[in-house]
């Protein structure tokens, strides 16, 4: 069969190393496996990259790093997973995939967002890889809980937990169309017992955004929670001052949850 790009020519290293490449199905490839399996001198590699990038075979994902687009994908290559390229920038194991690309993954809402995020404790920065969209976000290392790794093409990806991307889901609600949707979903799930309660109250004590806790709270009382599950969530806000969402102090006073409500909770 003539390949979809026949425009692409290759001398004959270049094709032994697209041939071997193909063979082992490789998705990404790193300038040390070039070198350790091909015997390449750096100048040599140096040169057969730059050519191989040029012709889509290889695109940068850092430095050193590549994606590898087979033959048979044609002349405009191959997508990559976008899961696969977080823990190439994290082999410190640092990170987490999560906020609203968790939030499709878990069936919280129905659309699909265009960029990536992140979480991490050492970068702050927004990339474009293999033409998909990064933001990560530097949070503390009291923010790193409720993780889990799941394999994607033999790779080892963190991301966040189902019950841990409740937390975030009400912290970072924008993406969902604000706090009275994000509640809403939280509520949902909550009553139809689609998560780990016990897990999830966990959590959100756990969590270090004060108002955060508290909105969780008011959530799940609506959820008709027993008051047993919800105490330890009512013992971390209990000594806090008292919390208003929307910067305005007219309304009722929720001693229990040391906030103020009134009809614009935004």
Not at 89 to 97: A, E, I, L, R, W
């Amino acid at each position: 069969m003539t390949p979809n790009n026949t425009s692409k020519t290759f001398g004959p290293i270049e094709t032994n190393i697209v041939a071997r490449l193909t063979y082992e199905k490789k998705t990404i490839v790193t300038v040390e496996y070039l070198d350790r399996l091909f015997n390449l001198s750096p100048a040599d590699r140096k040169q057969i990259v730059f050519r191989l990038k040029k012709k889509k075979i290889l695109t940068a994902i850092k430095r050193g790093t590549y994606a590898f687009s087979p033959l048979e994908a044609g002349p405009e290559g191959t997508g990559i997973d976008e899961l696969l390229i977080p823990p190439l920038f994290f082999p410190k194991k640092n990170y987490y995939v999560g906020y609203s690309t968790l939030f499709n993954y878990y069936g919280f809402t129905e659309q699909l967002f265009q960029t990536v995020y992140v979480l991490n404790t050492t970068i702050r920065t927004e990339k474009i890889v293999c033409g998909i969209s990064y933001k990560f976000i530097r949070i503390p290392e009291s923010r790193f809980y409720g993780l889990e790794a799941i394999k994607v093409k033999d790779t080892d990806v963190i991301i966040s937990s189902k019950e841990r991307t409740l937390i975030d889901l009400i912290y970072f609600n924008k993406p969902v169309g604000g706090i009275k949707t994000a509640g809403a979903v939280l509520k949902k799930i909550v009553m139809e017992k689609k998560c780990d309660i016990k897990k999830l109250v966990e959590y959100a004590v756990r969590f270090p955004n004060i108002k955060t806790r508290k909105r969780i709270g008011l959530i799940l009382e609506e959820s008709n929670l027993a008051d047993a599950m919800l105490k330890p969530l009512v013992n971390s806000v209990k000594k806090t001052a008292v919390t208003t969402f929307t910067g305005s102090r007219k309304g009722t006073l929720n001693k229990k949850w040391r906030v103020i409500i009134n009809d614009s909770q935004e």
